[in-house]
T-cell receptor
Framework: ELKVEQNPLFLSMQEGKNYTIYCNYSTTSDRLYWYRQDPGKSLESLFVLLSNGAVKQEGRLMASLDTKARLSTLHITAAVHDLSATYFCAVGSPNAGNNRKLIWGLGTSLAVNP | NAGVTQTPKFQVLKTGQSMTLQCAQDMNHEYMSWYRQDPGMGLRLIHYSVGAGITDQGEVPNGYNVSRSTTEDFPLRLLSAAPSQTSVYFC?????????????FGPGTRLLVL
């Protein structure tokens, strides 16, 4: 059974600092997704990572995937207040084919303080 | 382009009542899914569909029914509401479920069962 773990679950950081959120998963998969959710809002796609070694960057966020270690990271560079949100990773279940079933982490609640 | 729409936005039910949560997308996506989001539990897949006439169960299907008569619509039916079904429900769609595609989420339906 695929399990997805994120850590930390809560993160308070200062503006201008760097930090990394980790997403570990328990069985083989080569599809990993990062989403952002603002309080009371829906989910917004950030990154889709499809292969070992994949790295994608958008603004102050960079995501990477190591399928051998079953680990993805979301790195935040020089954080700003607008990045405050909850970040989720989701992994495609290997038993269902493609991304037909996604198993989600519990999310990392990020607060960026002045 | 409306994307993924959900109705209603809020609903209060009494235990035992039935209702249908509506979901529609105008992107001609084959894959649609329903999730529930509960505090501390992340997102859990209820049911999904890979095309009109084809549905399958996710992680937590009990108490919910779905059907997919058209590409555009994917309603979720609560047969006899229970307090444990109090949650925020999200509908999502993607192009074909063939892997690597972004899932687009609707705005969500907040359901309270008394």
């Amino acid at each position: 059974e695929l399990k997805v773990e994120q850590n930390p679950l809560f993160l308070s950081m200062q503006e201008g600092k760097n930090y990394t959120i980790y997403c570990n998963y328990s069985t083989t998969s080569d599809r990993l997704y990062w989403y952002r959710q603002d309080p009371g809002k829906s989910l917004e796609s950030l990154f889709v990572l499809l292969s070992n070694g994949a790295v994608k960057q958008e603004g102050r966020l960079m995501a990477s995937l190591d399928t051998k270690a079953r680990l993805s990271t979301l790195h935040i560079t020089a954080a700003v207040h607008d990045l405050s949100a909850t970040y989720f990773c989701a992994v495609g279940s290997p038993n269902a084919g493609n991304n037909r079933k996604l198993i989600w982490g519990l999310g990392t609640s990020l607060a960026v303080n002045p | 382009n409306a994307g993924v729409t959900q109705t209603p936005k809020f609903q209060v039910l009494k235990t035992g009542q039935s209702m249908t949560l509506q979901c529609a997308q105008d992107m001609n996506h084959e894959y649609m899914s329903w999730y529930r989001q509960d505090p501390g539990m992340g997102l859990r897949l209820i049911h999904y569909s890979v095309g009109a006439g084809i549905t399958d169960q996710g992680e937590v299907p009990n108490g919910y029914n779905v059907s997919r008569s058209t590409t555009e619509d994917f309603p979720l039916r609560l047969l006899s509401a229970a307090p444990s079904q109090t949650s925020v429900y999200f509908c999502a769609s993607s192009a074909s479920g063939g892997g690597g595609e972004t899932q687009y989420f609707g705005p969500g339906t907040r359901l309270l069962v008394l």
